[in-house]
């Protein structure tokens, strides 16, 4: 599953994790920690949607 942020774009895909910012492969986005940011713009995890 692929999630997208909703203000700047940056996708997490669930499969290939992101290992520079310390999310390991196969995390599920429901598994992020609840304070978890985008790296990119710092909104929180009610701003991504999933992408289909």
Do not use: A
Request: glycine content about 10%; hydrophobic content about 30%; aromatic content about 12%.
């Amino acid at each position: 599953m692929k999630y997208v942020c909703d203000v700047c774009g940056w996708e997490f895909d669930e499969k290939i994790g992101d290992p520079e910012h310390g999310i390991d492969v196969n995390m599920r986005f429901e598994d992020l920690p609840d304070d978890f940011q985008c790296p990119l713009c710092g909104v929180g995890k009610e701003h991504f949607s999933p992408i289909e």
